[in-house]
């Protein structure tokens, strides 16, 4: 027997509906239910056989089986990072607003100018990934390549303050060399700083 679900608006219950039915009325992740084998109001988001419909509506949620490994957030992070590099250094440097000494020696001290390109980089990396990540791209043109997303715990795109917030983290990470380390003592596979900002990297396919 097929289930028959029931809608909850406020003290209101409508249906019973089909699985079809109900998934033709534009329900959300808050939308409350109730289903005719179990008594009990849930969010829509709670029960597995929705996953697929809001998958479709760009909503992923974070599952043991979709998220993403520590070699897939290498590949993407090395793929944004030398593409930006390579395209910031360019700008920068072809229009003058930086001129890197031509007697430098590796080992020696650090030019001022290499150091205000690291610092350039840096921020615009920071902007570059946060704009991404509040987006619908849900992630860097390299997690988009790698079909990766990064998300909240609903499965939803990040709001400006933790996209913000969690970049923050990424690009101190860069600096101390360790960005993905604590992947591997995460119980959902998670940077130290998305701990913090409470996001989770998730492959989309």
Known sequence: MNEEYYLIEGEQKSGPYTFKEITQMDI???TEVITASNDKQQYASELPEF?????????????????????KRVGAFLIDYIGWYLLVS???????????????TLGGPVPPAMLKLSLIMLA????????????GLK??????????AVVDIDGQRLS???????????????????PFLSV?????????YD????TYVIVTS
């Open 28 to 30: 959300d992740i808050h």
């Open 51 to 71: 996953n697929e419909y809001f998958e479709r509506k760009g909503i992923y949620f974070p599952t043991e089986d979709n998220l993403a490994s520590f070699g």
């Open 90 to 104: 360019n700008v920068v440097l072809n229009s003058g607003m930086l001129v890197l000494p031509a007697n430098y």
């Open 124 to 135: 615009s990396f920071l902007v570059y990934n946060t704009i991404c990540e509040v987006t």
């Open 139 to 148: 992630g860097s043109l390299g997690k988009k390549i790698l079909r990766m």
């Open 160 to 178: 400006i303050p933790r996209a913000l917030l969690r970049n923050l983290g990424v690009v101190l990470s860069i600096t101390i060399w360790v």
């Open 184 to 192: 591997f003592f995460s119980e959902h596979r998670q940077a130290w």
């Open 195 to 198: 701990s913090w900002a409470r």
